[in-house]
């Protein structure tokens, strides 16, 4: 059954430092999310792409972040300059362009900001 | 914007007895209601969904009720197993049929079910 992947699975990086999280998504979706979950608290939207743009962001999605779809199979989360509050996991998502807004996720990536 | 409140936080239940998680939506506008499993290091699995448009709907062991009036969806775990241990996240969002549209999820309920 295909599948969202991600990497890493743990990144550890300093406070200010830049990060790029990775995920490829299944293989004929269109639409991508990145959402985090700072521990124990609630999932939270962050950010979709579609055709090379953002479809939709949240508050939190500031100057600090950036999406990118490289090549014809990645899709990256960049942190310009990390800070302590952007601990948390990770997940990127996909879905069809004409289902029912069905998002399958990947395994998510836990970032630590020492 | 939507706002999604999930009750119980935690609950036990031993092997064979019934489960229900419910969530509560503010957004009367939201159609489209899925339910996700959490399994100890993996991302959130997509377990049942319903559409705004139906009143409940089965998947053998697993039922998720909609009550559009009350703003609330209810999910139902019948004969649960050991295996059903896990976190679950009820999530709504505004557009069932347009993809790019954000979830917003309930803050969890661990499940234990003991043997």
């Known amino acids: 059954e295909p599948e969202v992947t991600q990497t890493p699975s743990h990144q550890v990086t300093q406070m200010g430092q830049e990060v790029i999280l990775r995920c490829v998504p299944i293989s004929n979706h269109l639409y991508f999310y990145w959402y985090r979950q700072i521990l124990g608290q609630k999932v939270e939207f962050l950010v979709s792409f579609y055709n090379n743009e953002i479809s939709e962001k949240s508050e939190i999605f500031d100057d600090q972040f950036s999406v990118e779809r490289p090549d014809g199979s990645n899709f990256t989360l960049k942190i310009r300059s990390t800070k302590l509050e952007d601990s948390a996991m990770y997940f990127c998502a996909s879905s069809e362009p004409r289902s029912s807004n069905t998002q399958y996720f990947g395994p998510g990536t836990r970032l630590t900001v020492l | 914007g939507e706002n999604v409140e999930q009750h119980p936080s935690t609950l036990s239940v031993q092997e064979g007895d019934s489960a229900v998680i419910k969530c509560t939506y503010s957004d009367s506008a939201s159609n489209y209601f899925p339910w996700y499993k959490q399994e100890l290091g993996k991302g959130p699995q997509l377990i049942i969904d319903?559409?705004?448009?139906?009143g409940e709907k089965k998947d053998q062991r697993i039922a998720v009720t909609l009550n559009k009036t009350a703003k609330h969806f209810s999910l139902h775990i019948t004969e649960t197993q050991p295996e059903d241990s896990a976190v679950y996240f009820c999530a709504a969002t505004l557009s069932f049929n347009q993809a790019g549209t954000a979830l917003i999820f309930g803050k969890g309920t661990t499940l234990s079910v003991s043997s």
């Open positions: 319903i559409r705004s448009n139906v």
